[in-house]
């Protein structure tokens, strides 16, 4: 698997307004935690010189304790560390194979300052809601939830 570093990413939007972080306990006390987040890049190609980027994160074990106790929302900047994977389904209705990326979370901590002065490591641009990905497909549905 390949090793990611991600810096001063935010907590994107729950998917069908469902929470943005999703934590599930087994009856044998495992846990998981699932949220995506996005980072604004420049791209001279895209509209305003800028495009967001998306990825589905999904973290096990001690890792998910550490997140509640961390308190994190929509909006919250963050820095990770995990490693590359991928997500493999066949589509209930078409029955095609599907896969999107994922990062496994290994590590997370708060990003200093957020990117704007007093937001409180929360995000205050308006085009944080922008970071919704297209349909509502059963990719979509199965990666962003």
């Known amino acids: ?46 509209e305003n010189n800028a495009r967001w980027l998306n990825y589905s994160v999904k973290g096990f074990g001690p890792i998910v304790d550490r997140i509640e106790k961390m308190q994190l929302k929509e909006g919250s900047f963050i820095n ?12 209930q209705t078409t ?9 496994i979370l290994d590590e997370i901590e708060y990003a200093s300052g957020g990117g704007k002065s007093g937001s409180g490591g929360n995000a205050t641009d ?9 349909s509502k497909s059963e990719f979509d549905r199965l990666c962003l939830e």
């Open 126 to 134: 308006e085009n944080v809601d922008t970071f919704l990905f297209g």
């Open 95 to 103: 029955h095609e194979k599907k896969s999107c990326t994922v990062i």
């Open 1 to 46: 698997m390949l090793k990611v570093f991600a810096t001063q990413v935010v907590i994107s939007k729950g998917y069908d307004n469902k929470p943005a972080i999703s934590i599930t306990r087994g009856n044998d006390s495992a846990a998981s935690v699932r949220f995506r987040i996005g980072k604004k890049v420049y791209d001279p190609k895209a």
């Open 80 to 91: 990770i560390e995990g490693r590359l994977d991928e997500d493999t389904w066949e589509d």
